[in-house]
């Protein structure tokens, strides 16, 4: 038997004691999922995403399958802050594993403020600021698209957040992710996260209509991993030349421990599992003892070896 390699990375300000976290908008607040994971199987979670005031989100039909994958519009429905502090928090704050809070504001200053009173919560790990999701017709897609609204929006989220480490999840919706990581990167971001959901649509050929009653939603599971490796590694090899202590975290059709892995790999630090727990409720702890497995065959002593490893 192989020995047992430490799972144990740092990343983006925090200590995590496995590589693998649960990704915004598709693990709810964890408790939904607590049935199906042992306490302390995966490194933490980060939260669906919170705004100032409870957002319903777009109508129905609002998911829909897809050949390798998912779409879905949600609309960042969400309970808001006040019931998060409230309701949420308290049982995340006693779990083992660290509490990533994902927050989307549709204005500079409603950033600012969810990052100061998000900051200020003791049982907040790190907070992940969503400038890219391609659902929400005010605000998300503009701050994610370009450089110098990615570099306010977090330079305003950094100055609030009372020391607590900023992720940016970054939009693959792009023609290049590197210059919006670099700008988060100057304005004193600790890591990005990659990627969001890819614009997508998809139609009912038989009453020629979009299946989705928004029209348009985010494309995400096995289909985008790809993408999100090709530009898990670009955004990687840009941040460790012109700022190394920033971080990538991966994520996009992740479903087996090979799948972190390859992202890990490609130079990410930590990974976060998504579309893989609509199939399987129990896909992010599986996948974490997958990626302990690899590592072990693999000889490696510390699963942080494999970051950045690529060969060519």
Not at 32 to 54: H, N
Not at 132 to 146: D, I, L, R, T, Y
Not at 197 to 211: E, K, Q, S
Request: charged share 15%.
């Amino acid at each position: 038997m192989s020995p047992a390699c430490d799972m144990a990375v740092s990343v983006g300000g925090i200590d995590l004691t496995n590589p693998v976290l649960a990704a915004s908008g598709t693990f709810g607040y964890g408790q939904e999922y607590s049935p199906y994971l042992e306490p302390g199987a995966i490194g933490g979670l980060v939260t669906k995403g919170v705004s100032l005031k409870p957002r319903q989100g777009n109508p129905p039909p609002r998911i829909v399958e897809t050949a390798c994958g998912m779409l879905n519009a949600i609309g960042l429905a969400n309970v808001g802050l006040a019931e998060f502090l409230a309701h949420k928090l308290p049982w995340l704050a006693a779990q083992p594993g660290a509490v990533v809070v994902n927050l989307y504001g549709e204005s500079i200053d409603e950033f600012a403020e969810l990052a100061r009173r998000l900051g200020a919560q003791p049982g907040v790990d790190a907070l992940e600021l969503n400038v890219s999701c391609p659902n929400v017709k005010e605000g998300g897609m503009a701050f994610g698209c370009h450089p110098g609204a990615v570099g306010e929006v977090t330079a305003a989220a950094v100055a609030e957040a009372q020391g607590k480490p900023v992720w940016v999840k970054l939009t693959p919706n792009v023609s290049d992710p590197v210059p919006m990581a670099l700008a988060a990167a100057q304005a004193g971001a600790r890591a990005v996260s990659l990627i969001n959901t890819l614009l997508a649509m998809a139609i009912d050929a038989r009453t020629r209509r979009p299946v989705l009653a928004n029209v348009v939603g985010g494309l995400s599971g096995p289909a985008i991993k790809p993408v999100g490796l090709r530009m898990v590694w670009q955004v990687a090899k840009a941040l460790a030349q012109s700022h190394p202590t920033v971080d990538v975290v991966g994520l996009g059709g992740i479903m087996s421990g090979a799948d972190a892995a390859e992202y890990m790999i490609a130079g990410a630090r930590a990974v976060q599992v998504g579309t893989a727990s609509f199939t399987d409720p129990g896909a992010a702890g599986r996948i974490a003892a997958e990626l302990a497995d690899y590592c072990a065959e693999q000889g490696l002593s510390r699963a942080e070896e494999l970051v950045g490893s690529l060969r060519i």
